[in-house]
């Protein structure tokens, strides 16, 4: 299995405008998770999904984000309009329980 | 005061040493994570454990849940073990729902 895929691994965008990160889990793994992190707060959670389902959504920020899991296979986070604030390393993960698999990261930087 | 809490939070040791790295921790839990992130920004799950201990290669994982403590230990150190080590603890029923401590970030000179 190719671990899980985020992409793309880097964006530069400009306030305004809207910013869509993707990500694919490992097969067979039935929670998603997208994680936020800065240098100032570290890790944070932002969402997870259990089957697609939104579980738990506390750590969006506000409503500028929104994330959808269409199907096991596919996920997106969505910033719009974003704001310089929302720079930061972006992690999706995946597990099938308990252990946590986490993608390489996309890095956002907003001007 | 942070639910999770490591210490050090910066760590500098000789090639060789024996390195140790706390967590403490303050909510009830169902299970504990240590993760490591190496410069490139790469996370990896080193363990994930709920009581007693846990061995790999040169890396050990206790966990006391009675004082709500963990330790990660690892035996002879080398430079390729410098990254960021990462405690979280799983509070909600093995959910997976994190909480993460602010990282330890571990140099290890040649």
């Known amino acids: 299995d190719a671990g899980v895929i985020q992409s793309p691994r880097h964006e530069v965008t400009e306030m305004g405008q809207e910013v869509t990160l993707r990500c694919k889990p490992i097969?067979?793994?039935?929670?998603l998770f997208w994680y936020r992190q800065t240098m100032m707060r570290g890790l944070e959670l932002l969402i997870y999904?259990?089957?697609?389902?939104?579980?738990?959504d506390s750590g969006m920020p506000e409503d500028r984000f929104s994330a959808k899991m269409p199907n096991a296979s596919f996920s997106t986070l969505k910033i719009q309009p974003s704001e310089p604030r929302d720079s930061a390393v972006y992690f999706c993960?995946?597990?099938?329980?308990?252990?946590?698999?986490f993608g390489p990261g996309t890095r956002l930087t907003v001007l | 005061k942070n639910e999770v809490e490591q210490s050090p939070q910066n760590l500098t040791a000789q090639e060789g040493e024996f390195i140790t790295i706390n967590c403490s921790y303050s909510?009830?839990?169902?299970?504990l994570h240590w993760l490591q992130q190496h410069p490139g920004g790469g996370i990896v799950s080193l363990f994930m454990?709920?009581?007693g201990k846990k061995k790999h290669g040169r890396l050990i994982a206790t966990i006391n849940i009675q004082e709500k403590h963990s330790s990660l230990h690892i035996t002879a150190s080398h430079p390729r073990d410098s990254a960021v080590y990462i405690c979280?603890?799983?509070?909600?029923?093995?959910?997976?729902?994190?909480?993460f401590g602010q990282g330890t970030t571990l140099q290890v000179k040649p």
């Open positions: 993960a995946s597990s099938p329980l308990v252990e946590q698999f």
């Open positions: 097969s067979g793994h039935d929670y």
């Open positions: 999904f259990n089957n697609n389902v939104p579980i738990d």
């Open positions: 909510v009830g839990i169902s299970a």
């Open positions: 454990l709920s009581s």
């Open positions: 979280a603890v799983d509070g909600s029923g093995n959910t997976g729902k994190l909480i």
